[in-house]
């Protein structure tokens, strides 16, 4: 009875960490490669180079980020935006070199006028998302985004606060300078 007491005990302080917390267990390698694309998205977005997503994402989807960001960056604009909560509601291995991750994410953002400086409201933002990541070279990459939900639809009443030139048809990015225009509901 001594030695199934002393071996019940000897597992479950294997089980518990031997009476370490979870939140005090080194970070799982999958979130923190979501955590360092998140900080690098960020930074790409506010500095306008997406060069150094590279190192948490595959080719492709830094490509991508970087084509939201151009698109952006040609109408005058750039994002500043900031990771506020990051919770992780699931992870799955799909393969040895393949998961998906499931997070809840608040972030706030303001669209800045590249030439003068002009800022758009701060906005906060809600998203539940699922990652995709590869794993390359023993190191795990985001590959896919997919926004499962959002408490926003859209940017586009946001980006108004920019009048554009009235030559420059709708479309098309503008050239030249973009003037803040006043919000209703601040009038």
Same mark, same amino acid.
């Given at each position: 009875?001594?030695?199934?007491?002393? @071996?019940? @005990?000897? !597992?479950?302080?294997?089980? %518990?960490?031997?009476?370490? &917390?979870?939140?005090?267990?080194?970070?799982? /390698?999958?979130?923190?490669?979501?955590?360092?694309?998140?900080?690098?998205?960020?930074?790409?977005? +506010?500095? !306008?180079? *997406?060069?150094? !997503?590279?190192?948490?994402?595959?080719?492709?989807?830094? !490509?991508?980020?970087?084509?939201? *960001?151009?698109? @952006?960056?040609?109408?005058? $604009?750039? *994002?500043?935006? /900031? @990771?506020?909560?990051?919770?992780?509601?699931?992870? #799955?291995?799909?393969?040895?070199? #393949?998961?998906?991750?499931? %997070?809840?994410?608040?972030?706030?953002?303001?669209? =800045?006028?590249?030439?003068?400086?002009?800022?758009?409201?701060?906005?906060? $933002?809600?998203?539940?998302?699922?990652? +995709?990541?590869?794993?390359?070279?023993?190191?795990?990459? $985001? /590959?896919? =985004?997919? =926004?499962?939900? %959002?408490? +926003?639809?859209?940017?586009?009443?946001?980006?108004?606060?920019? &009048?554009?030139?009235?030559? $420059?048809?709708?479309?098309?990015?503008?050239?030249?300078?973009?003037?803040? =225009?006043?919000?209703?509901? #601040?009038?």
């Amino acid at each position: 009875m001594k030695k199934h007491l002393i @071996l019940l @005990l000897s !597992l479950l302080s294997l089980i %518990t960490g031997c009476g370490q &917390k979870i939140d005090q267990q080194p970070p799982n /390698a999958l979130h923190e490669a979501i955590e360092t694309y998140n900080g690098l998205l960020a930074d790409g977005y +506010r500095r !306008l180079d *997406m060069n150094h !997503l590279v190192q948490a994402a595959t080719g492709e989807r830094a !490509l991508k980020a970087y084509y939201h *960001m151009a698109a @952006l960056g040609e109408g005058g $604009v750039k *994002m500043d935006s /900031a @990771l506020r909560h990051l919770e992780f509601a699931g992870t #799955k291995q799909l393969a040895p070199d #393949k998961a998906e991750v499931t %997070t809840k994410e608040r972030w706030e953002y303001k669209y =800045i006028n590249i030439e003068n400086g002009n800022t758009s409201p701060l906005l906060t $933002v809600n998203y539940t998302s699922r990652y +995709r990541l590869v794993k390359e070279k023993e190191k795990w990459l $985001v /590959a896919e =985004i997919t =926004i499962l939900f %959002t408490d +926003r639809a859209d940017d586009a009443d946001e980006l108004a606060f920019f &009048k554009r030139p009235a030559h $420059v048809p709708q479309g098309s990015a503008p050239k030249g300078p973009l003037e803040p =225009i006043a919000h209703p509901e #601040k009038q």
